[in-house]
C-alpha cells in the first residue's frame, strides 16, 4: 500500500482505496449453497456435534477377497448384469461385524441406548452437489448381487438428484471409500 499521508504514512483512506480496487486480494467468489447442499453441511455438522465418534483403523489382507472376485467375477456378471465389487464384500462384512457387536450398531437417543436389530448400512456417494449417504436396508438380508444393485442405483439417482429423504436416513452404520479419492486413511463425519 503506498501511503499518501505525511512522510509517506499510510492512511485510513489509503487502505479503503486498496482494498475496494481489489490490490494485493486473493480472488474469492461467493457462492449460495444449493437447498440440498445446505441439508448435507447441516446434517454433517449435526451428526459432528451429537454423535459420538469413533475412528478405527485395522489392516486386513484382501487376498481372498481379490481372488474370489477374480474367480467370480465374469461368472456373477452374466448372471446378474452387474459387476461384482468391493463394496458389497464390505457391505457383507460390516453387516456380520454388527450382528456379533450390537454395541457398534447402537444408536443413543436421548437417555437411552437404541440396539438396532437389523443393519441398515450407509454407503457414501460423491457427487457433484456433495457427499450423500443412501442407505442399503436390511444389509443383512442382501446378496452381493442385491448389494451391487442397490449401489448403483443410488449412485445413479443421487448423481441426478433423484435421491429422496428416506433414501438418506435412518442408517445404523456408514462405509466411506476414501480409496476413491487417493487417501490411505481417512475419517469422514
Do not use: C
Not at 54 to 63: D, N, P, R, Y
Not at 118 to 125: E, F, G, K, L, N
Not at 140 to 168: C, H, P, T, W
Amino acid at each position: 500500500v503506498t501511503g499518501t499521508g505525511r512522510a509517506g504514512r499510510v492512511t485510513k483512506e489509503d487502505l479503503v482505496k486498496y482494498v475496494t480496487s481489489g490490490g494485493g486480494a486473493r480472488p474469492e467468489q461467493g457462492v449460495p449453497m444449493t437447498r440440498i447442499r445446505l441439508r448435507i453441511a447441516e446434517r454433517m455438522m449435526q451428526s459432528k456435534t451429537s454423535i459420538a465418534m469413533l475412528t478405527s483403523f485395522s489392516e486386513v489382507s484382501l487376498g481372498k477377497v481379490m481372488a474370489l472376485r477374480k474367480a467370480l467375477g465374469v461368472p456373477f456378471e452374466n448372471t446378474h448384469g452387474i459387476k461384482l465389487g468391493y463394496m458389497s464384500f464390505f457391505v457383507k462384512a460390516a453387516a456380520e461385524a454388527l450382528k456379533r457387536y450390537p454395541v457398534v450398531n447402537a444408536s443413543v437417543d436421548g437417555n437411552d441406548v437404541i440396539y438396532h436389530g437389523y443393519q441398515d448400512i450407509s454407503i457414501a456417494v460423491s457427487t457433484d452437489r456433495g457427499l450423500v449417504t443412501p442407505v442399503l436396508r436390511d444389509a443383512q438380508d442382501m446378496s452381493f448381487a442385491d448389494i451391487e444393485k442397490a449401489i448403483v442405483n443410488y449412485a445413479k439417482k443421487a448423481r441426478e438428484g433423484g435421491l429422496s429423504l428416506d433414501d438418506l436416513q435412518g442408517g445404523t452404520f456408514t462405509i466411506t471409500n476414501g480409496g476413491t479419492f487417493g487417501s490411505l486413511f481417512s475419517t469422514p463425519i
